[in-house]
T-cell receptor, first 113, second 114 residues
């Protein structure tokens, strides 16, 4: 069965510092990996995805993620955090067309000015 | 504007009173799904539909029904709501080839069952 782990419930970072939000996954086949962000009172918004190809994926708002097959990880990163990045971040994985998209429990990012 | 629209945004109801949460998308997407979001549990899929008249159970389907009579609409039905269905609900849609394409989410429906 597919699963996603986001080991940190909360990540705090100072504005201007780099940020990392961790995600590890488990699938039986090749993974399709996604990051979504949820701002207060809003639905989830797509940030980026890994399907195949380059292990470093660039997405919206300056975010990027690195796919590491040996460590089964897909950590979200940004070189310089903004206060407006404060939100709830979800990692998600699917391995085939007929399996549901499985979400992690979410990591709340707080960027402090 | 491409969007997924859910209604209502907020709903308080009593145990046992049937309710429907509507979901409509204007992107001609084949795939639609419903999730519930609970603190510490992330999002869990309730039901999904790969096309008109095709629906299937997700991870937590008990107590819910869905229908897909038209491509754009995918209502979620709670025939006899219970307090453990108090949650934040999201509808999402994706185009064909949904397993590698991103999903578009509605704004959410916060349901309270008392």
């Amino acid at each position: 069965a597919q699963s996603v782990a986001q080991p940190e419930d909360q990540v705090n970072v100072a504005e201007g510092n780099p940020l990392t939000v961790k995600c590890t996954y488990s699938v039986s086949g090749n993974p399709y990996l996604f990051w979504y962000v949820q701002y207060p009172n809003r639905g989830l918004q797509f940030l980026l995805k890994y399907i195949t190809g380059d292990n470093l994926v660039k997405g919206s708002y300056g975010f990027e993620a690195e796919f590491n097959k040996s460590q089964t990880s897909f950590h979200l990163k940004k070189p310089s955090a903004l206060v407006s990045d404060s939100a709830l971040y979800f990692c998600a994985v699917r391995d085939t067309e007929n399996t549901p998209l499985v979400f992690g429990k979410g990591t709340r990012l707080s960027v402090i000015a | 504007e491409a969007q997924v629209t859910q209604n209502p945004r907020y709903l308080i109801t009593v145990t046992g009173k049937k309710l429907t949460v509507t979901c409509s998308q204007n992107m001609n997407h084949e795939y639609m799904s419903w999730y519930r979001q609970d603190p510490g549990l992330g999002l869990r899929q309730i039901y999904y539909s790969m096309n008109v008249e095709v629906t299937d159970k997700g991870d937590v389907p008990e107590g819910y029904k869905v229908s897909r009579k038209e491509k754009r609409n995918f209502p979620l039905i709670l025939e006899s709501p219970s307090p453990n269905q108090t949650s934040l609900y999201f509808c999402a849609s994706s185009p064909e080839g949904h397993h590698y394409t991103e999903a578009f989410f509605g704004q959410g429906t916060r349901l309270t069952v008392v």
